[in-house]
């Protein structure tokens, strides 16, 4: 006799792939590729069997409806999600951040406070190596004007584990080891595993956000908005209305950054692009 754990995962039909898919784009901005239909199918199926669901229908009516949809929805779109990232995942875009306020710092033309937002921050990676080219820039200046990093996701689990900042040693390696240094402290009783230490966490504050709702979110204005490899799971005319309500939260002369060739025909009226062919850098003019 076959029990459920043991069965094959049901296919997907065409109609159930389409639904699907809709209510993740609606809800996420992220479109699922037909060639990753597989992918899609895997996760449906290890959740639906965690909750001993036979039937994809089933499976729909209960993340479609009420407050105990929302919460499964919230548990569904963490397997569904890319969260892969790592420190310094883009070199050049992070360094360009540093010559940004080190600039602001020679010229005198810091504000009364330093604002980031990374979006999309998955496990805490892309706001911590931000965290640490900014300490470093006020620490070599001596500074320490009022500065933050807002780090938002839609993935809670992604978030907790961000929160808690803790990495095995190979998600070291991209930071030199003088910074390692700085910025890692070995954890207690495990092996192998290093947390980000208090003064950068504190500076760090992780909250659930979905790109979607950007222009719902109450934000301050940005000296720096960092969306890297986010933007590239949604369609184009998506993608174009995230980033223009991005722009209205930049300061002037504040700087939005995408991942490289993830926009190429975006522009803005108040956004110059900066020449730098490295990055993806525009500048609010
Ligand atoms: C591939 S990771 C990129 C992480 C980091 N920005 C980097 O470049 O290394 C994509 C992240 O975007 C998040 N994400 C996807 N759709 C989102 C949405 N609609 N709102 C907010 N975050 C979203 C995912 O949960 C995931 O953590």
Known sequence: MTTWSLQTAPELSDLQFEQWNKLLEARTGIQVAPHQRSFLQIQLSRRMRELGIKHYAQYYGQVSSGVQGMVEWSVLVDR??????????????????????????NNQSLSDSFEVWSLGCATGEEPYSLAM?????FELAGL???HGITATDISQPALQSAREGIYGK????????????????????????????????????????????????????????????????????????????????????????????????????????????????????
């Open 80 to 105: 569904l999600v890319v969260k892969e990232t790592s420190f310094f995942r883009h070199r050049d875009s992070i360094e360009f951040v540093r010559r940004f306020l080190q600039n602001r710092i």
């Open 133 to 137: 080219v900014i300490n470093d820039c």
């Open 144 to 146: 320490d004007p009022y």
């Open 170 to 285: 190979r998600k070291l390696e991209p930071i030199a080891t003088d910074e390692q240094a700085r910025y890692f402290k070995p954890c207690d009783g495990e092996r192998e595993s290093y947390q980000i230490v208090d003064k950068l966490r504190d500076r760090v504050c992780f909250s659930h956000g979905n790109v979607l709702s950007v222009a719902e979110m109450p934000m301050v204005k940005m000296d720096i908005i960092f969306c890297q490899n986010v933007l590239i799971y949604f369609r184009r005319w998506r993608r174009r209305e995230i980033l223009n309500e991005l722009a209205t939260r930049l300061k002037p002369g504040g700087i939005l950054m995408i991942g490289l060739g993830e926009m190429v025909d975006w522009t803005h009226p108040n956004l110059q692009r900066v020449a730098d062919e490295r990055v993806q850098a525009y500048v609010y003019v």
